[in-house]
């Protein structure tokens, strides 16, 4: 069947009843070069965006629909964005992202619920009624209560690494102890037995003391008959130092029997960035997309947004950027086309 174009697959959506939200859906444009999501699929896999809910609704919604088929909340499920004040939410944002990516037939790996970062002063400060423990629980069963059902993979625990593998020193370990994550697993799992839930965390890509301690965190979750599904890795990279032994690591957790993904894919550059390093960066997302194809179960792999204009890694690393497959003017990067060339497994 030809893909539809946007207005008929509109219409057809309507006909069939399926337009049951505002977000509008993006077809497919027949003729034209495939796309990453096409490519992606071509092995089951899905191609995912880090996305915020104005650049779904009015920065990149074209490019967001149809090049990829799994949308993370850059921000809009972090606990300080969904609940400000203790019991009081805010799911406007977090709504329309979900009601978006199901207008386009998209995955939503939500992203997250219990992070030490990006937390509500109400938690920063201690000022909550009740036990930390509870109040983490019912956190965890209204977000993910909420959206049960609608969720593919969740980042249950984010982060909970320091770089030598030990557990960070958080406000969750440190009011209640090394079960927190444990208990946080228990809780997204009553609340939405059909997510895959995941833990997530950075410099873990490659074999090292990091990914050790991910290696016998997650190991002794399983040993605990605690539901955990997989591994993300979140992949913040510079130019050129794609791990080598990324293969191998994320084989590791596959053999566990967990499940693996790429959660937030960037390769930044030292600024002014200069050809030899972007046909680096060409060839390490080649080689990140490679690398989740190699291992049987990897599910994906997700970019940490559009376009270099709009990507976190100019104000959180000054000096650096470019770290994405669009520039700045939403132009495709020569990154974009060796990336979505090894997805379909061609490059
Ligand atoms: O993309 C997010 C950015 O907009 C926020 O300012 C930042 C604050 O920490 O968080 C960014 O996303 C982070 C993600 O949630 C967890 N891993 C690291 C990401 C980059 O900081």
């Not at 092995?43 to 009015?58: H, I, K, M, P, V």
């Not at 938690?123 to 969720?151: C, K």
């Not at 960066?281 to 049987?296: F, I």
Request: aromatic share 8%; glycine share 8%.
């Amino acid at each position: 069947m030809p893909a539809l174009t946007r207005p008929a697959k509109l219409a057809a959506a309507a006909a069939a009843g399926l337009l049951i939200s505002s977000a509008i859906a993006y077809g497919t444009a027949s003729g034209q070069e495939q796309t990453l999501r096409e490519a992606a699929a071509q092995s089951d896999r899905f191609a995912g965006l880090g996305a915020t809910a104005t650049g779904l609704s009015e920065t990149y919604p074209e490019i967001a629909a149809t090049e990829f088929s799994s949308i993370t909340p850059g921000n809009e499920m972090k606990w300080e964005s969904v609940e400000p004040t203790q019991g009081q939410f805010n799911w406007g944002p977090a709504d329309e992202m979900v009601e978006f990516a199901e207008a386009n037939d998209q995955q939503v790996h939500g992203h997250t619920l219990v992070w030490h970062s990006q937390l509500p002063d109400w938690i920063e400060n201690g000022q909550y009624e009740g036990e930390l423990a509870d109040v983490m629980t019912e956190h965890i069963a209204t977000e993910a209560g909420r959206y049960a059902g609608r969720i593919d993979r969740w980042d249950v625990v984010n982060e909970p690494l320091n770089e030598d593998g030990t557990l960070r020193d958080s406000v969750f370990l440190q009011e209640i102890g090394e079960s927190y994550i444990a208990d946080a697993f228990r809780a997204a799992d009553a609340a939405d037995p059909d997510a895959k839930l995941y833990v997530n965390d950075y410099n873990t890509d490659g074999l090292g003391a990091k990914s050790d301690g991910m290696y016998e965190l997650v190991s002794s979750l399983l040993e605990q008959g605690v539901p955990i599904d997989g591994v993300g890795f979140q992949s913040h990279l510079i130019v050129g130092q794609v791990p080598d032994s990324m293969q191998e690591n994320l084989q590791r957790f596959v053999d566990l029997g967990l499940e693996v993904a790429v959660t937030e894919l960037d390769v930044r550059i030292e600024m002014p960035a200069d050809e030899a390093e972007l046909a680096q960066q060409t060839e390490d997302y080649a080689s990140v997309a490679n690398v989740c194809l190699a291992v049987d179960g990897c599910t994906g792999v997700t970019v940490w947004g559009v376009s270099d204009g709009d990507s976190w890694i100019p104000p959180t690393f000054p000096g650096w950027g470019a770290p994405l497959l669009w520039d700045e003017n939403y132009e495709k990067k020569d990154a974009y086309f060796s990336f979505r060339d090894a997805l379909a497994g061609t490059a």
